[in-house]
């Protein structure tokens, strides 16, 4: 059974940093395609960032935060990470990591690709 587990959330001012860590369990993570999503108060959840491995490593950005996050993963540790710098208050929103096999290039931004969910943590950009 395959389990996620994200953290790392919190309050930061305009301009700040975080770093949101997931940890993975079960199957296999070097093979997993990694990606975090975010849904903001009222909206609809969205792609954050992605990184398939499997293949030659691929990157994929939403055009929101590219440039200011930093998705990076470790695979002896079961781990992935979204670094978060210059941060806006249109950044709030909960953070939800996500993991799935066998995800082509093309559907890597699509969230009904991943069958595998961490609980989300909260992210609170504000003065």
């Known amino acids: 059974q395959v389990q996620l587990v994200a953290s790392g959330g919190g309050l930061v001012q305009p301009g700040g940093s975080l770093r949101l860590s997931c940890a993975v369990s079960?199957?296999?993570?070097?093979?997993?395609?990694t990606a975090w999503f975010r849904q903001g108060p009222g909206k609809e959840r969205v792609f954050v960032a992605s990184?398939?491995?499997?293949?030659?490593?691929?990157?994929h950005y939403a055009d929101s935060v590219k440039g200011r996050f930093t998705i990076s993963r470790d695979n002896a540790g079961s781990m992935f990470y979204l670094q978060m710098d210059s941060l806006k208050p249109e950044d709030t929103g909960v953070y939800y990591c996500a993991a799935g096999q066998g995800i082509i290039l093309s559907s890597m931004r699509n969230m009904d690709q991943y069958p595998y969910w961490g609980q989300g943590t909260q992210v609170t950009v504000s003065s």
């Open positions: 079960g199957g296999s993570f070097s093979r997993y395609t």
């Open positions: 990184w398939r491995g499997s293949g030659g490593n691929t990157i």
